[in-house]
């Protein structure tokens, strides 16, 4: 079983990689972690996007570490472009069985206006996606 973890560089979501950890713990899967810069075109960025690279990059860096804690080796890329489409893309690149996200962490009414990356991934991705929410959610 193939995962591909996808983590998001707008916030920290370490109990999305704890339970991917905890698949792969159960099923004996490989994991990759994939963050995306979320940069489509640089020339209409406030920032270059050397910026919204290394956010990916410490997103990344971030899950992968943590997989490594719980004695779980995983590789990681960063990407750049629109999330749900690299997202998309790189799990059919690594036949993956499985994407693992965290639930957004805008507000509902930024979802609504902006879209929710798990939603789109349930939507488009033509596999399984698990969305894994914050363990205080919905108490």
Same mark, same amino acid.
Request: no cysteine; hydrophobic share 50%; aromatic share 0%.
């Given at each position: 079983m193939r995962i591909v973890l996808a983590a998001n560089p707008e916030a920290d979501q370490p109990w999305v990689t704890d339970a991917a950890a905890d698949l792969v713990r159960q099923t004996g899967a490989t994991? =990759?972690?994939?963050?995306?810069? +979320?940069? +489509? =075109? +640089?020339?209409?960025?406030?920032?270059?996007?050397?910026?919204y690279t290394e956010r990916a990059e410490r997103a990344a860096e971030a899950a992968t570490r943590r997989l490594a804690d719980a004695g779980i080796e995983a590789t990681q890329a960063v990407l750049p472009g629109r999330p749900v489409d690299q997202i998309i893309r790189y799990a059919e690149e690594q036949s993956a069985d499985l994407i693992v996200v965290g639930s957004s962490a805008r507000p509902l009414v930024a979802q609504r206006l902006l879209g929710s990356v798990p939603l789109s991934l349930i939507e488009k991705a033509g596999r399984p996606v698990l969305v894994v929410t914050h363990p205080g959610a919905g108490k």
């Open positions: 994991v =990759t972690v994939v963050a995306v810069d +979320e940069l +489509e =075109t +640089e020339h209409l960025a406030p920032m270059p996007r050397s910026v």
